[in-house]
């Protein structure tokens, strides 16, 4: 069974600084494919990014930053110089195939507070 | 413009009551779904369907049934609602059922049971 364990339940942070979410990841599948979604206060769930099992290259877009590290199954997202409009609830899923129809499981999520 | 929407976006009703929440998609999505995110955040999936066809059902109470009209709607009809419905249910949608196609989300209804 799939399962994503994102350990760190709340981070508060001052603007300006770095902030790191840890995702952790189980699966049995060598395919695979990983997201991160952002659900602001305003509740909507807005996709961040995805990765396939077989492409370890780091992202980066903007301030944001993922490393996907299958040694330690991991795939985390940095933000870089944090701003106060990323206060949000960051979600890490796990996508496994069931035949030709997926199936996404969420971790509990991260509450992000970036402070002015 | 809303590629996935979802009405109504509050709903308030009491126990013992049955009630629906719509949605819609523009995308041209073959794939749909049903998630319950419980107070504490937590998201889990109830249903998906693909053209119409029931594709995952996890273990949600038969008070729960979806219908599918057309590909662009999946509906959530719930029998006998309970306390324990409360949530925020959210509908999505994806290209298709494969695992690699980032789902798009509605933006949400909050279901209030007293």
């Known amino acids: 069974a799939q399962k994503v364990t994102q350990a760190q339940t709340e981070i508060s942070v001052v603007e300006k600084e770095d902030v790191t979410l840890d995702c952790v990841y189980e699966?049995?599948?060598?395919?695979?494919?990983l997201f991160w979604y952002k659900q602001p206060p305003s509740g909507e769930l807005v996709f961040l990014i995805r990765?396939?099992?077989?492409?370890?290259q780091n992202e980066i877009s903007g301030r944001y930053s993922w490393n996907f590290q299958k040694s330690t199954s991991s795939f985390n997202f940095t933000i870089t110089a944090s701003q106060v409009v990323d206060s949000a609830v960051y979600f890490c899923?796990?996508?496994?195939?069931?035949?030709?129809?997926?199936?996404?499981?969420f971790g509990k999520g991260i509450t992000l507070s970036v402070r002015p | 413009d809303t590629a996935v929407s979802q009405t109504p976006k509050y709903l308030v009703t009491q126990m013992g009551n049955d009630k629906s929440i719509k949605c819609e998609q523009n995308?041209?999505?073959?794939?749909m779904y049903w998630y319950k995110q419980d107070s504490k955040k937590f998201l889990k999936i109830m249903f998906s369907?693909?053209?119409?066809?029931?594709?995952i059902n996890e273990t949600v109470p038969n008070r729960f049934s979806p219908k599918s009209p057309d590909k662009a709607h999946l509906n959530l009809h719930i029998n006998s609602l309970e306390l324990g419905d409360s949530a925020v249910y959210f509908c999505?949608?994806?290209?298709?059922?494969?695992?690699?196609?980032?789902?798009?989300f509605g933006p949400g209804t909050r279901l209030t049971v007293l």
């Open positions: 999505a949608s994806s290209y298709t059922g494969q695992a690699y196609n980032e789902q798009f």
């Open positions: 699966t049995r599948d060598t395919t695979y494919y």
């Open positions: 990765r396939n099992s077989f492409d370890e």
């Open positions: 899923a796990l996508s496994e195939a069931i035949g030709a129809n997926s199936k996404l499981t």
């Open positions: 995308l041209g999505h073959d794939t």
């Open positions: 369907y693909n053209n119409k066809e029931l594709i």
